[in-house]
């Protein structure tokens, strides 16, 4: 049996039968990795050799037995390498672990040694900006797992893991999961702590699991789920049990397709294979109906003002005195000031370096009210446009992607089309809803194509009900690529 190729609740079915053990299952994943990850480069270092800090006593009386969770490289955690894919954070160690990582292990989850690949500091849409070198897509190796959490779509659809973290920020969940056809969800701003995650804009950052199919998503989601009072921006409601929500049934469930997300643009396969996915819905009995959102042309431009503002000061933190990377000029012919420079030039990569100049513009004397603030106040008009829609819906369906993934080297060096791959994703974080991509299908080179699930805020339940419904009735998920 290849253990590498089930989801976690399957593999917890088998531990409980007694019919697989914990370290089969990590002899198996390392084994996969061998195999395949020279090809894929899920994961920032080679993790054959590494070791979970599992204690089996405490697994076999716990929910998740041990299962390990593969973790983005964003995501703090005691004693192991926390870099961020950047230079700047070369060999930093946390002494900590965020509250998504201290839940996990309260679970009984082994924490995979070995981080996943990102673009740095979460700063791109292909996994190719990494310090690390580039991620591959599991189906298509010339093509980019989508970003910034590649690493962790590609492991998961690639077997090299059982499920997943990431971090999502303006679709960094969501993008890389339709790209490598598996399931990425974007909880509500608030839902899940972020204490622990290291900031890109913290108004828009949320952590979110990534997995082979919705049930595992939403066992994930119920584990890491709550309020954390080191969180100021954690809010205190209640946590539904998220799997009671996974029900073969969408009878009724009113559906808003925006009009906006069908325009000229979209990639005609991706178009299609959504559409199909609205007509299955409406065959299940889905109530589907044509919708406006119209702030929506403004979410590019509103979120590359208002996230590289808050990542230029966010970023302000990392100067090489403390942790990470220093420049090795000769301290005693070196200013601070010159020190702080040199780090700061050699530690950050070139979208680092781009993003925090664009928001340090954006914040500056003089430009403050006419970027930052009016994009703010136009942030509200979005987030209106989604509070009135779902006034009369339940859901929102739309594209994850408005294209396929795209060839390794083919955007990197054209900034505003890599930007504009979030096209979709980015007003769920504008606004702060809940997003979920799950697979509707491929084109007919093979590439997997995403379908997005928006709902109100603190509605999870209603997204699972939905996609588990989808994903259900279609065999996509059931789909393997041929590495």
């Not at 893991?161 to 399931?183: E, H, K, M, N």
Request: with cysteine; net charge neutral.
């Amino acid at each position: 049996m290849e253990l590498a190729k089930l989801t976690c609740h399957e593999l917890l079915d088998l531990i409980g039968a007694g019919k697989t053990s914990l370290e089969d299952i990590f002899d198996d994943l390392r084994k996969r990795i061998g195999q395949t990850d020279h090809k894929v480069r899920a994961y920032v270092r080679n993790s054959q050799t590494e070791n979970a800090d599992v204690c089996p006593e405490i697994c076999a009386q716990s929910i998740l037995k041990g299962i390990p969770v593969t973790i983005k490289d964003n995501i703090c955690t005691e004693g192991l390498n926390t870099e961020c894919c950047s230079r700047i954070l070369s060999g930093f160690r946390p002494p900590y672990d965020a509250t998504v990582i201290r839940k996990l292990k309260e679970a009984g989850a082994s924490i995979f040694p070995v981080k996943a690949n990102m673009d740095e500091f979460a700063f791109g849409s292909s996994t190719e900006n990494s310090y690390f070198g580039p991620t591959r897509n599991p189906w298509d190796v010339k093509y980019v797992p989508g970003g910034s959490s590649g690493g962790s779509a590609a492991a998961v659809a690639a077997d090299e893991a059982v499920w997943a973290l990431g971090s999502d920020t303006g679709g960094s969940i969501r993008q890389p999961a339709a790209f490598c056809g598996v399931v990425g969800l974007k909880p509500t701003y608030g839902r899940v702590s972020r204490y622990g995650l290291i900031a890109f804009a913290s108004s828009l950052d949320q952590i979110g699991p990534l997995t082979k199919d919705v049930r595992d998503s939403a066992l994930l989601t119920n584990i890491i789920a709550g309020y954390d009072p080191r969180d100021s921006t954690s809010v205190d409601v209640e946590v539904p049990d998220y799997t009671g929500a996974l029900v073969k049934d969408v009878k009724g469930l009113r559906v808003g397709i925006p009009k906006e997300y069908f325009v000229e643009g979209i990639d005609p396969e991706v178009k299609r294979t959504v559409e199909d996915a609205i007509q299955k819905l409406k065959d299940l009995g889905g109530i589907c109906k044509e919708i406006s959102l119209p702030h929506t042309r403004y979410a590019v431009p509103v979120y590359y003002i208002i996230a590289t503002a808050e990542a230029s000061s966010n970023l302000a933190r990392f100067d090489g005195v403390q942790y990470g990377y220093r420049s090795l000029q000769d301290k005693a012919k070196t200013s601070l000031i010159e020190m702080y420079a040199r780090t700061r030039g050699e530690g950050f990569g070139q979208e680092a370096k781009r993003r925090i100049l664009l928001g340090t513009f954006a914040l500056s004397h003089g430009y403050y009210d006419a970027y930052y603030l009016r994009a703010l106040k136009v942030r509200t008009l979005i987030k209106r446009d989604f509070d009135d829609v779902f006034k009369d819906c339940d859901c929102v369906i739309t594209p994850t992607s408005p294209t396929p993934a795209f060839k390794i080297n083919e955007r990197i060096e054209d900034p505003l089309k890599m930007y504009l791959s979030d096209l979709y994703t980015i007003s769920a974080n504008l606004a702060g809803i809940p997003g979920i991509s799950i697979p509707c299908g491929f084109t007919k080179s093979g590439l997997p194509v995403g379908l997005q699930i928006l709902a109100g805020s603190f509605r999870e339940e209603t997204l699972f009900r939905a996609a588990y419904t989808y994903e259900q009735s279609t065999p996509w998920h059931l789909q393997k690529p041929e590495l």
